[in-house]
């Protein structure tokens, strides 16, 4: 039985609290927009190497996943330091009965204010919300997952899959059987479906375009965006016009298609100010149009208008309510509530349609493996979807969530007769201002 303790910490060291670079448990560790996590001196000493190459370079490439990630302007240690990561190090570390990271036992840690806080971990607090399906898994096979990255729900009741490691686009029902798939010899990142109900798939390395959109069933309609070769998109959602919003996390900015699929404007720039973006990852528009943005190396969600004025914006680094820890897939529920994916916090957050912080519809995602964190989120119909992302971990989760029981009152949705029928109508909650 001790040899098997031991067997557990050594697993949880060697792939959750190592770091990849010196494969030893972490010092100081600090996270990067790509949701990797290093030692600062060891960041430090691989961003000197990389940049000597590159003269006046400020960007490096991760050194698991290679993604570019810009240096932040006072050095790599600039980058957030991981209290999660350094918290459970400590616990597993003073733990007298190691094992209890997989038992009842509720390990404690640090915020960033110095208070201990309870860390719950598999089985002793499970998600607060009923997980009514879970499908798919890591692996190489047909059917199977290597990175989901994007995420949405079509009209006749599919779920739409996109995975940016095997670049395939999976068609399934919500029993979580698959229906169908197809590849792409580009590197695909996030899907979102036409007035049509084709498929919008941005895609980056394709000759330059950086739409591909798709029938459900996988044939090829057309491709787009081939200026903007540049821009390395991300996330993306149409409109209640057909419009597509694309964010493209090289230049750090929102590109706006028309119905037409040509691009029309753009807004945003690298930066850390309230006009600014840092890794703009994942987008989506509420009933009026508005698009909501996860700026995530600013640690906040951004609410502009199509034309690019800043509506208002919400959340800060930090891992209380209503803060958040690099925030990636965001979604809107029937009226308006915001998800927001809240990857390095290991939960999804609920905040009201002006951002006030509502609930937390999933938790501790850790508990289900090795650094195991929500990525892409839809809503549909009281559910809430969610891909999860870990080490050699992929799956789909489905949650009931009835988003009435934490909204906030709000009279407008009361019509004359007192009633107020969340599916069939959507003219009522336009009121609000
Ligand atoms: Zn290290
Ligand atoms: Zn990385």
């Known amino acids: 039985m001790h040899h098997r303790r031991q067997n557990i910490v050594q697993q949880i060291e060697e792939t959750f609290l190592s770091c990849a670079v010196c494969l030893q448990p972490y010092d100081q560790p600090r996270a990067l927009q790509c949701l990797h996590t290093f030692c600062e001196k060891c960041l430090g000493d691989y961003c000197k190497q990389q940049l000597s190459r590159h003269e006046g370079a400020t960007m490096f490439p991760c050194p698991v996943c290679r993604q570019d990630i810009t240096i932040p302007p006072n050095g790599v240690s600039g980058f957030p330091y991981n209290h999660l990561i350094a918290s459970l190090k400590d616990a597993v570390r003073t733990n007298d009965r190691p094992d209890s990271f997989h038992s009842n036992r509720v390990l404690s840690a640090t915020s960033e204010r110095g208070e201990r806080r309870p860390i719950s971990t598999r089985a002793s607090v499970r998600p607060s919300t009923k997980c009514s399906a879970r499908f798919g898994k890591f692996g190489e096979k047909e059917a199977e997952f290597s990175n989901i990255s994007g995420l949405t729900v079509h009209p006749v009741g599919d779920i739409v899959v996109a995975d940016c490691g095997k670049n395939v686009i999976t068609v399934m029902g919500f029993n979580g059987i698959s229906k169908h798939s197809f590849s792409c010899k580009c590197c695909i990142r996030d899907v979102a479906i036409s007035k049509f109900g084709t498929l919008l798939v941005t895609v980056s390395q394709s000759d330059g ?187 789909i989760q489905v949650f009931e969530w009835d988003p009435f029981i934490y909204a906030e009152p709000r009279s407008s949705l009361l019509g004359c007769c007192g009633s107020y029928n969340k599916v069939a109508d959507s003219g009522l909650y336009h009121a609000w201002s």
């Not at 209640?240 to 694309?246: E, H």
Request: hydrophobic fraction near 35%.
């Open 209 to 395: 375009a950086i739409l591909h959109e798709y029938t459900l069933d996988g044939r090829f309609v057309a491709q787009y965006g081939d200026k903007y070769a540049q821009e390395n998109p991300f996330g993306i959602v149409v409109t209640s016009r057909n419009k597509a919003v694309v964010s493209g996390i090289t230049k750090n900015r929102i590109l706006i298609f028309n119905e037409r699929k040509k691009q029309t404007h753009w807004f945003g720039e690298a930066g850390d100010t309230l006009e600014h973006f840092l890794f703009p990852y994942y987008v989506t528009v509420n009933s009026r149009d508005d698009v909501i943005i996860s700026d995530s190396g600013n640690h906040r969600i951004k609410v502009n208008k199509m034309d690019g004025k800043l509506k208002f914006s919400f959340g800060s680094q930090g891992s209380k309510d209503g803060r958040m820890f690099y925030p990636m897939g965001v979604c809107v529920d029937y009226l308006d509530n915001i998800y927001v994916a809240d990857a390095n916090n290991y939960r999804v957050q609920m905040f009201s349609h002006k951002g006030k912080y509502l609930a937390t519809p999933i938790k501790n995602t850790f508990a289900y493996g090795m650094d195991v964190k929500p990525i892409s989120i839809a809503f549909s119909q009281d559910q809430l979807i969610v891909s999860l992302r870990g080490a050699r971990f992929a799956e």
